[in-house]
């Protein structure tokens, strides 16, 4: 059975930061792309960051980049998101998901929003609370 589970969410004041965990088990993150998405209240859910199976392309949302970073390490079959110079607008429930490789665009395709490729990721975990207090 397919479990994903995040952690590491958590109250911080604006500048602080934290470290997101996602641990996988019951597939083989070889074969998956990984993905960190948001969703704040009152808003739709949004792409914030992904990692190719093997750590070759990463994405972040504009919003993040430079502040936040993705790793993954799957030997032991987690995912992380360190979160630097944390906002208020940060705020949000944060979501690890993972898209099977065989679904994921060519190699020759730049993804620019992964908002709008949400409908590929098929495992998602319940989601960690990340709330930065101005």
């Known amino acids: 059975q397919v479990q994903v589970v995040e952690s590491g969410g958590g109250l911080v004041e604006a500048g602080g930061s934290l470290r997101l965990s996602c641990i996988v088990s019951?597939?083989?993150?070889?074969?998956?792309?990984m993905a960190w998405f948001r969703q704040g209240p009152g808003k739709p859910r949004e792409g914030v960051s992904f990692m190719t199976s093997r750590g070759r392309t990463t994405y972040y949302l504009d919003s993040v980049r430079g502040r936040f970073t993705i790793s993954r390490d799957n030997a032991k079959n987690t995912v992380y998101l360190q979160m630097s110079s944390l906002k208020p607008e940060d705020t949000a429930m944060y979501y690890c998901a993972a898209a099977p490789i065989i679904l994921w665009p060519e190699e020759a395709t730049t993804i620019t929003n992964l908002t709008e490729w949400i409908g590929v990721f098929s495992y998602w975990g319940q989601g960690t609370q990340v709330t930065v207090s101005s």
């Open positions: 019951g597939l083989l993150l070889d074969d998956y792309t």
